[in-house]
């Protein structure tokens, strides 16, 4: 089967095409990370004008690299939240009107479950039950992957994500985003570490919180002053924190719930620093598994994937043109987007 994966949650337009014997035939991504840089932040705005004007352009591409023809696609897998409501909106405007005319049935898929589940679309895969960090620009949690479609959210954060925490304060140190990108770039020029707080980093909960630290970093640049040795240190300093923070509370997680399969998923998990500190915890009998660098981030390969699970483990389909499959978790309601 073919998979058509589409995802407009933020501001990456992504379409993939996955075939399930061979796997990601294509993952094509439309980054406006330069776009939005000029604003300190994410527009939502100009994120689904963007979306609007490119999708079709990244579809053609894709469906030019692999050679197939709409008529070869099974299902349409589509990012249907969480994430900026008028930037799903093209991707599930895409998604419906191609299965209504084509008569594909199309699936809604959460953003969440499909980092989480992008970890299983490599060579050497978690076996159930694992723990799933997921650290992205939006999200910052921890759960427990019992099989496809179970999972058990055991921590997550009370307010910023560390992802977020990355972007802000990169834009303050005057650098671009992806923020945690530039910051790790940067990071290696420090000669000092300023030891932000790590907040709740001994305390006994799975639970994060980062806007004290975000606080202080804020406290800190406006009292001083901001050469490259300094932004450096910043940078440095801020990586520390957050990366100490994710490790010692996957580690916990890990004694909790005595799962010492761990894996580490969203476009923070691609932080060198981070990854070398998750492997290290290899020595301590612990299995790890990361992404490659493409599926960290937001792309549409994970949705296409998670589609194709949600469709075999569904089995009664009746509606032809649209599986609507409820993850089976609620994302807390304190989490933004
Ligand atoms: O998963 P993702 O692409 O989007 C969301 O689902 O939110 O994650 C984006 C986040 C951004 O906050 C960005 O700063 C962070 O991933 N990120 C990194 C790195 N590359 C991207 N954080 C730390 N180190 C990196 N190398
Ligand atoms: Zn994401």
């Not at 599930?92 to 209504?100: D, E, G, R």
């Not at 761990?262 to 998750?278: A, E, F, Q, T, W």
Request: glycine letters at 6%; a positive charge; one cysteine or more.
């Amino acid at each position: 089967m073919i998979i058509l994966g589409i995802e407009t949650s933020c501001d990456e337009t992504g379409i993939s095409l996955y075939d399930t014997k061979i796997g990601i035939l294509t993952n094509k991504l439309f980054s406006q990370n330069k776009i939005h840089t000029k604003y300190g932040g994410i527009m939502p705005e100009i994120a689904s004008k963007n979306h609007y004007k490119k999708i079709f352009i990244v579809l053609n591409k894709a469906l030019k690299k692999t050679k197939k023809k709409i008529k070869d696609i099974n299902i349409i897998s589509y990012c249907a939240g969480p994430g900026l409501p008028n930037s799903l909106l093209i991707g599930t405007a895409l998604a419906k009107s191609m299965s209504l005319i084509y008569k594909i049935p199309s699936i809604p898929i959460n953003h969440i479950e499909a980092h989480i589940m992008s970890i299983m679309i490599n060579k050497k895969v978690p076996k159930f039950p694992f723990i799933s960090l997921v650290t992205s620009g939006a999200h910052t949690l921890l759960c427990i992957v019992k099989n496809y479609g179970k999972y058990k959210i055991i921590g997550q954060s009370l307010d910023d994500s560390a992802g977020e925490i990355f972007d802000k304060i990169s834009i303050l140190l005057k650098l671009k985003l992806p923020g945690g990108k530039y910051i790790s770039k940067i990071a290696k020029y420090s000669n000092k570490n300023l030891n932000f707080p790590k907040p709740l980093i001994n305390k006994n909960t799975l639970n994060f919180s980062f806007s004290g630290l975000k606080t202080h970093i804020f406290n800190y640049i406006k009292n001083n002053k901001l050469n490259f040795k300094n932004k450096a240190n910043i940078a440095f300093s801020l990586q520390e924190s957050i990366t100490n923070i994710l490790i010692k509370k996957i580690k916990l997680a890990s004694k909790k719930y005595k799962i010492n399969t761990l894996s580490i998923v969203g476009g923070v998990s691609s932080n060198k620093i981070l990854r070398k500190k998750m492997f290290n915890l290899t020595k301590i009998n612990k299995k790890i598994f990361f992404n490659n660098k493409k599926l960290c981030t937001d792309n549409a390969a994970m949705i296409a994937y998670t589609g194709w699970k949600k469709y075999l483990f569904n089995k009664k389909i009746k509606n032809n043109f649209e599986i609507d499959i409820k993850p089976k978790w609620k994302i807390n309601e304190n989490f933004k987007n």
